[in-house]
């Protein structure tokens, strides 16, 4: 068998010179700034004015993570160039998405002359008109998809408008950018920031967003910002604690929050000075748990129909968490799935959430039955959607064709064959080397072949595999019980991925395994 980082080469099939370009360290030198573009020098410059008239500026972002961190980024600005700027996260179900007509209006009476829009923005062209006729300047920092008419913004600054290649980017991303430009410096911090959102709205893991992220785990690692630290619990952070626990906990409270009490979140990220960010931290968290207890409730209450080859369901959650629901039903049950609620706004009208894999093409569908959609959007495996609940047996129906039309294709798992003596920490470094993982460029999966089963060891309930292999090391897995592996074969194959995890202060490095 090849060495490991030749196996790993081949998995990712790439060459010596991308292996070299990857496990370098990351350099800021390596992602291209915007300083000198037309949209963001005319912003700065309005920015500033703003700033010696002593004019009223308001940040409208965003209630997901990538919102919350380009807000924080933008309101962090401010106070570093010691201007006290107002900010407001709407509430997805009071507000709903983006800037609305009715919050446009209030903003005009409210004497603001300056309104910088994150995360939203490009779709808003009548009220940024409005606006604008009511003496209300806009400037847009967004990476939504561009209408054919742009809103008549001072300055929109957006990934399709600059020279910024081909990999997308989240809207906390840009607002770093931005941020250099009005500055005149990087911040760490502010870097740190961009990356969170980065990962949070699934951006490719690749060049430029890559390097982002793995700057912002080595921020983390030497300056320990407490904001990250309270909200990982534990000592050593990677992308993977940011995208399984930091993240999901900020996202909860847009999810299950359903006044403005979100702006609490901005807060704790913005501020230089924050007493109460431990308390900030325990409330957030509490929220997390409140949505996994009820997601997890919602899932234990459906019994899908095995027959059947889509999901359509409606339950008793509030709207946030659909899409959470129909991911762990698609995980679950590998079928398209539709999960709806109904509208806080309107009992007449359900909210659902669209997901999808490969094969059922979620906007194509969107398209096929847009007589039936209140509201639509989302992409190839994502979407929401608003109809009338009249109109909910139609819905369920076309949905249901379509998926058996448009079967998921089949997955090929591919894996990296990997010895049972190779489960070690110089191992693990050689992985983290091709790290940061992330949105199409996933972590790899390992396949240790032919274990006697007479040689594993399992929980003392006999539940979940847990076999110790010395020096720290053991293989772990919530999937495989004693049952299922004694009344196996003699000899056993193992999927998994390596993971440091920390119980109590301890490191112990596990090889993470689930059911093939």
């Known amino acids: 068998m090849e060495d490991l980082r030749t196996r790993l080469l081949q998995y990712y099939d790439l060459t010596e010179e991308d292996c070299a370009r990857i496990t370098r360290e990351p350099s800021f030198s390596s992602i291209p700034t915007i300083e000198n573009e037309l949209s963001a020098v005319t912003a700065k410059n309005r920015i ?9 500026i308001l940040i409208y972002g965003d209630y997901d993570t990538d919102g919350i961190m380009a807000t924080s980024i933008m309101l962090r600005c401010f106070h570093i160039l010691g201007k006290t700027a107002s900010f407001f996260i709407p509430s997805r179900y009071i507000d709903g998405y983006g800037l609305t007509m009715e919050n446009a209006k209030k903003i005009a009476k409210s004497g603001y002359s300056l309104l910088i829009l994150v995360d939203n923005g490009v779709g808003c062209l009548q009220e940024v008109s409005y606006l604008l006729s009511q003496g209300v300047e806009t400037i847009i920092i967004d990476h939504h998809e561009l209408p054919s008419v742009l809103p008549p913004a001072l300055a929109t600054i957006h990934p399709d408008l600059l020279p910024y290649g081909q990999v997308p980017v989240s809207a906390g991303y840009l607002c770093f950018l931005f941020s250099i430009c009005l500055l005149d410096k990087a911040d760490d911090y502010l870097l740190t920031l961009g990356a969170v959102s980065t990962i949070s709205d699934c951006m490719p893991m690749k060049y430029h967003n890559r390097e982002l992220v793995a700057l912002a785990l080595r921020n983390i690692r030497k300056n320990k910002y407490p904001q990250v630290m309270y909200l990982a619990e534990r000592s050593v952070v990677d992308e993977s604690t940011l995208s399984m626990t930091v993240i999901p906990t900020i996202n909860a409270v847009g999810r299950m929050i359903e006044d403005h009490k979100i702006s609490r979140v901005v807060h704790y990220f913005a501020e230089f000075e924050h007493k109460d960010l431990s308390q900030t931290a325990d409330w957030m968290k509490k929220i997390n748990e409140d949505r996994k207890a009820a997601t997890k409730a919602a899932m234990e209450r459906l019994r899908p129909e095995p027959e059947l080859p889509a999901i359509v369901v409606v339950g008793r959650l509030q709207e946030g968490l659909n899409g959470l629901l129909a991911n762990r039903l698609l995980n679950e049950y590998n079928k398209p799935v539709a999960c709806f609620s109904q509208a806080k706004s309107d009992p007449d009208l359900y909210v659902g959430s669209l997901r999808s894999k490969p094969g059922f093409d979620v906007m194509d569908f969107e398209a096929s039955v847009s007589e039936l959609l209140v509201k639509g959007g989302g992409h190839a495996f994502a979407g929401g959607v608003s109809i009338k609940k009249s109109d909910y047996g139609a819905f369920k129906d076309a949905f249901e064709k379509y998926a058996f039309r448009h ?20 191992t693990y470094r050689i992985i983290r080397s091709f790290g940061p993982f992330g949105y199409d460029y996933l972590e790899p999966e390992f396949l240790i072949e032919n274990l006697p089963v007479s040689s594993l060891r399992f929980s003392q309930d006999g539940r979940f595999l847990s076999t110790p292999l010395g020096k720290g090391v053991r293989l772990f897995s919530f999937s495989y019980g004693k049952p299922s592996l004694i009344n196996s074969n003699d000899k056993v194959s193992l999927s998994g991925t390596l993971k440091l995890d920390e119980f109590r202060g301890q490191l112990q490095l596990t090889f993470r395994c689930e059911k093939k």
Do not use: C, F, Y
């Open 48 to 56: 500033l004015q703003a700033i010696k008239d002593d004019e009223r």
């Open 407 to 426: 079967p998921l294709e089949e997955e090929k798992k591919r894996t990296v064959p990997l010895l049972l003596s190779e489960v070690s920490m110089d």
